[in-house]
T-cell receptor, first 109, second 115 residues
Framework: QQPVQSPQAVILREGEDAVINCSSSKALYSVHWYRQKHGEAPVFLMILLKGGEQKGHEKISASFNEKKQQSSLYLTASQLSYSGTYFCGTVGGYQKVTFGTGTKLQVIP | ETGVTQSPTHLIKTRGQQVTLRCSSQ?????VSWYQQALGQGPQFIFQ???????GRGNFPPRFSGLQFPNYSSELNVNALELDDSALYLC??????????????FGSGTRLTVV
């Protein structure tokens, strides 16, 4: 079952912060986060593993609550380059990534 | 290191025809996953190949089939094309399909239009 993301869309001014949430109905081993710009392929941002180990890059952080089967992506001091659609990807039993419903983020000057 | 390359970039086919999409995985990656992405939607999992074996399949009919070769490149074949098959097809490679702690590297996709 597809993870549900909220909000569906958000508009920020440069320098503002945002939080994107991802909720799954299934137990999770890990959560991925990706950003996709219009007409381009999704780009890996980071992964959060069961047990707390985190991998990733760029000035973006995330949390993973295993008990609640939820993850949140935190974007601070947003830049124009942060614009795009953000997808969480959850990993359950089959080692495959199931992508969420997506959150469209637009950063304006 | 080279990234993931997909070919062709765009394709127009007629309903009922067959199509083959190709993907070269990133150097060192042994796992390839295929996704279908409709406009405005998240990618939907089709199947995954790990070391030339199918390693999981999503809710897609048998007319969607695939292969992985010894060099870990992969093909996606779709038979009896339907209008609803029109979408962006994404290939993603990763380091090890048996573990969960590696991110995916996506190709730029093949835009398939069925008319």
């Amino acid at each position: 079952q597809q993870p549900v993301q909220s909000p569906q869309a958000v508009i920020l001014r440069e320098g503002e912060d945002a939080v994107i949430n991802c909720s799954s109905s299934k137990a999770l081993y890990s959560v991925h986060w990706y950003r996709q710009k219009h007409g381009e392929a999704p780009v890996f941002l980071m992964i959060l593993l069961k047990g707390g180990e985190q991998k990733g890059h760029e000035k973006i952080s995330a949390s993973f609550n295993e008990k609640k089967q939820q993850s949140s992506l935190y974007l601070t001091a947003s830049q124009l380059s942060y614009s795009g659609t953000y997808f969480c990807g959850t990993v359950g039993g089959y080692q495959k990534v199931t992508f969420g419903t997506g959150t469209k983020l637009q950063v304006i000057p | 290191e080279t990234g993931v390359t997909q070919s062709p970039t765009h394709l127009i086919k007629t309903r009922g025809q067959q199509v083959t999409l190709r993907c070269s995985s990133q150097s060192g990656h042994n796992t390839v996953s295929w996704y279908q992405q409709a406009l405005g939607q998240g990618p939907q999992f089709i199947f995954q190949y790990y070391r030339e074996e199918e390693n999981g399949r999503g809710n897609f009919p048998p007319r969607f089939s695939g292969l992985q070769f010894p060099n870990y490149s992969s093909e996606l074949n779709v038979n009896a094309l339907e209008l609803d098959d029109s979408a962006l097809y994404l290939c993603a490679s990763s380091l090890d399909g048996q573990r969960t702690n590696y991110g995916y590297t996506f190709g730029s996709g093949t835009r398939l239009t069925v008319v």
